[in-house]
């Protein structure tokens, strides 16, 4: 997992996106044990306090759960994870339509450049 901490926002928050995206992308897969708290602590260069309470806002949203005997894994709840996909994209494209207009773009410029875009794209691939 590459770990990309900014400047911008609280260190927590930024622990808790990383984690959301692994797990909506496979890379934690439902059911499955999660890394310690010191193990991400030291691969994120954080305070393992600062990763536990990522975890525990993470316990909160359903994602995580943990077993006392056996640490904190993914929830089995496949449900959960994509509508948690559909959250972290619908925030994505909520950001997008924001920067859009603070560059002065209106609806159907900026879904002509999105389109455009994704024509680029798909002729790379």
Request: hydrophobic share 40%; net charge neutral.
């Amino acid at each position: 997992m590459q770990w990309n901490i900014r400047d911008d926002a609280p260190v927590y928050a930024q622990l808790v996106e990383h984690i959301k995206l692994a797990i909506v992308c496979g890379e934690f897969k439902p059911g499955d044990r999660l890394p310690s708290v010191r193990e991400l602590s030291a691969a994120a260069g954080v305070n393992p306090n600062t990763m536990q309470r990522a975890f525990a806002e993470l316990e909160r949203d359903g994602l995580v759960l943990t077993q006392r005997t056996s640490g904190r894994s993914v929830t089995e709840d496949v449900g959960r994870v994509e509508q948690t996909k559909r959250q972290l994209a619908a925030a994505a494209i909520q950001t997008f339509w924001v920067n859009m207009r603070k560059l002065g773009y209106a609806q159907r410029e900026a879904l002509q450049l999105l389109q455009q875009s994704g024509t680029e794209m798909k002729e790379e691939t």
